[in-house]
């Protein structure tokens, strides 16, 4: 399984965009890239999928370079509410279906 | 709308007396997750099914145990607890391994 290395924590102020980048050099053809946050004493909850290219939905962007070794993941205009822990993964129906969690990058957004 | 459902929220349970959790699904998903989080720390997979197969992580200790009797259930046994078993235990679904879906957890405190 690819392994995936994102910052320990970041700093930002409310109405500003985030880009929050993840590293993962053995990516395999097959996989995935899935960030997911997570709020205290909640489970994590999906954000956003890719595999190449640009992806965007109504709360995020993901960008993947063609190599794919690295992903970002964009959040426009932030908010006190985006305050929360953000969890890059890497895979699919690879290894029977594990999924391995990185450190995560805990965001604060400040007033 | 609960989509994956874990009972109890909250678990106090003695050390070294057996407790289990369950985690319900009205996705229909095939595969089903559960993963150990402690404090500050990211989620750790314990085991996952995939339909029926069950798939344990080499470094889940023997005092986990896991039963599938349908698409819908799952539940976590843990024969006999220690201290270090205190966390928060999270259940998640997905679909040939597309984003999973977490349950609110079932925070559990061993006495």
């Known amino acids: 399984l690819a392994k995936t290395t994102q910052p320990i924590s970041m700093d930002s102020y409310e109405g500003q965009e985030v880009n929050i980048t993840c590293s993962h050099n053995?990516?395999?053809?097959?996989?995935?890239i899935t960030w997911y946050q997570q709020f205290p004493s909640q489970g994590p909850r999906f954000i956003i999928q890719?595999?190449?290219t640009k992806v965007t939905n109504e709360v995020a962007s993901l960008f993947i370079p063609a190599d794919r070794k690295s992903s970002t993941l964009s959040l426009p205009r932030v908010s006190l509410s985006d305050t929360a822990v953000y969890y890059c993964?890497?895979?699919?129906?690879?290894?029977?279906?594990?999924?391995?969690f990185g450190a995560g990058t805990r965001l604060f957004v400040k007033a | 709308d609960a989509m994956v459902i874990q009972n109890p929220r909250y678990q106090v349970t003695q050390f070294g007396k057996p407790v289990t959790l369950s985690c319900s699904q009205t996705?229909?998903?095939?595969?089903m997750y559960w993963y150990q989080q402690k404090s500050s720390q990211a989620p750790k997979l314990l085991f996952h099914y995939y339909d029926k197969d069950f798939n344990n992580e080499a470094d889940t200790p023997d005092n986990f145990q896991s039963r599938r009797p349908n698409t819908s259930f799952c539940f976590l046994d843990i024969r006999s607890p220690g201290l270090g078993d205190a966390a928060m235990y999270l259940c998640a679904t997905s679909y040939r391994g597309y984003e999973q879906y977490f349950g609110p957890g079932t925070r559990l405190t061993v006495t």
């Open positions: 053995n990516i395999a053809t097959n996989d995935y």
């Open positions: 996705l229909n998903h095939n595969v």
């Open positions: 993964l890497v895979g699919f129906d690879t290894g029977g279906f594990k999924t391995i």
């Open positions: 890719g595999y190449k």
